[in-house]
């Protein structure tokens, strides 16, 4: 856990290509159209976006502080205080994460200064911290007794969610160095898989092979402050993306989502594929049933805040340039 005081951290950059991974250029609009966010981001790119000289700014708070274990406490006694515990997880899930509807978006929320910690950072969201920080507490919230949970004494339930959230972000659960992170989000639903916490449930919805490679990283080392730093990550990345090249991954084209989205379910995790080369996912969000249709509770770039879309997750798939189909994990009661 990293633990320094809030700080505004802004980048300067000139007309520079930074890689954000999934969230950026993600933005809703007309099929077909060249979209663009209101940070100059061409719509389309997935996983890039031309950062303008002193436009470009990360979040404004840092992770570990009181404000952000408070949300942690806050969050899990009110599903406590509503009944919500005994839910199953994918609708726990759904509970807890509308009530973010309206936290700020901010990009490199992981980004933070110095070697490789876990980063507990609440208070801004970007579309997989998003995602990360509502399952471990749903998960937080199924583990631990609710009376400890509903509790305004104590902080026994920091270790366990930083626990929880260690699992969901690093292979294996261990948080090591920079590359033991699940930078590509198809390998954090196969690791988040295998270690029993999700199920990926791509192909038996019908999901079609996806043979394209992953290699986005090291074919763009410069993009990122770690592997600048220590060029010895570029060869650890490397065996990750062989590993998963030689891996199976399966996804669901657009022009199918609409015909399986009755087999969804509310919590189900989304991952928008990417079209562009060596990216395998472009944006994540929480499947959500409105109106007798399926929509996206996402941190998308373009709105600033954790939103429910507009449309339906299958018309918005198709209206974005630069993401072609979506996989779909569902996550798993706690044991």
């Known amino acids: 856990m990293l633990t320094r005081a809030k700080t505004v951290r802004r980048w300067l950059a000139v007309l520079s290509v930074c890689v954000l991974g999934a969230c950026a250029g993600d933005s809703e609009g007309s099929s077909g159209s060249a979209l663009s966010t209101d940070t100059g981001a061409p719509d389309g790119t997935g996983a890039a ?6 436009a ?4 404004t708070t840092l992770p570990g502080t009181e404000a952000d274990w408070t949300i942690v406490q806050d969050k899990t ?14 609708e726990l899930v759904v509970r807890i994460g509308e009530t973010f509807v309206g936290t700020p978006y901010a990009p490199y929320t992981l980004e933070a200064p110095g ?9 801004e969201l970007d579309c997989v911290t998003f995602v990360e920080n509502v399952l471990a507490l749903a998960r937080l919230v199924q583990t631990v007794p609710d009376e400890l949970l509903v509790a305004r004494t104590g902080d026994g339930q920091r270790p366990v969610f930083s626990r929880q959230l260690e ?4 292979r294996g659960g261990v948080l090591e160095q920079y590359p033991s992170r699940l930078h590509y989000f198809s390998e954090w639903i196969s690791d988040n898989d295998e270690m029993g916490l999700v199920r990926d449930v791509s192909q038996e919805l019908g999901g079609i092979a996806e043979n394209e490679p992953i290699d986005f990283m090291t074919t763009h080392p410069d993009s990122y402050r770690q592997i600048r730093e220590d060029p010895a990550f570029l ?3 490397k065996e990750v993306e062989a590993s998963l090249n030689a891996r199976p991954r399966y996804y669901i084209p657009q022009d199918r989502i609409a015909l ?14 990417s079209s562009v080369a060596g990216l395998d996912i ?17 941190a998308p770039l373009a709105g600033g805040v954790v939103q429910i879309s507009e449309v339906p997750l299958a018309e918005r798939i198709q209206r974005i340039g630069g993401q072609d189909g979506v996989m779909v994990a569902r996550p798993l009661e706690t044991q």
Do not use: F
């Open 115 to 123: 070697e490789e910690g876990l980063v507990i950072e609440l208070e």
């Open 235 to 237: 060869a650890e990345l």
């Open 282 to 298: 472009a944006h994540t969000g929480i499947a959500l049933w409105k109106d007798g249709r399926l929509h996206l509770l996402h």
């Open 167 to 170: 699992n969901i972000r690093y």
């Open 260 to 273: 399986v989205e009755d087999r969804i379910q509310d919590g189900d995790i989304i991952a928008a594929t």
């Open 77 to 90: 006694r009110w599903a406590v205080e509503q009944g919500y515990s005994e839910l199953s997880i994918g």
């Open 49 to 54: 976006e031309v950062a303008i000289a002193d």
């Open 56 to 59: 470009q700014t990360g979040p």
